[in-house]
């Protein structure tokens, strides 16, 4: 009798462990799936934030070939003082918006 009791408590122990393997691979697959997902999220997430740079990088290099040098003295003054930028003062050089055509109150012909 004490036989069987090894053998039903060895094929028990092998019955666990295969038991646990299992769940091991289980969690292993849901984790992978997981971890792909997020790569995804974060593969379109580097993507949109590249694009957000140049167009940035396009928009910043507009704005230095339009400013003039002492709007670019300025600001860089600012930017070694650390205050913040007073965008009154570059306002304050150019040139007042114009109205458009169809608020005119004179004839046109």
């Not at 009798?1 to 038991?19: E, P, R």
């Not at 995804?40 to 940035?56: A, D, F, H, R, T």
Request: aromatic share 2%.
């Amino acid at each position: 009798m004490k036989q069987n009791t090894l053998v039903s408590s060895g094929a028990s122990v092998v019955a666990i462990d295969n038991k646990i393997e299992q769940a091991m691979d289980l969690v292993k697959s849901h984790l992978m799936y997981a971890v792909r997902e997020e790569v995804e999220v974060l593969k379109e997430q580097i993507k949109e934030l590249i694009e957000k740079n140049s167009q940035l990088e396009q928009e910043n290099n507009l704005l230095k070939t339009l400013a003039s040098p002492e709007q670019l003295a300025q600001f860089q003054a600012q930017l070694q003082t650390g205050s913040p930028p007073a965008t009154t003062q570059l306002q304050g050089t150019t040139q007042p918006p114009t109205q458009p055509a169809s608020q005119g109150s004179g004839p046109t012909s």
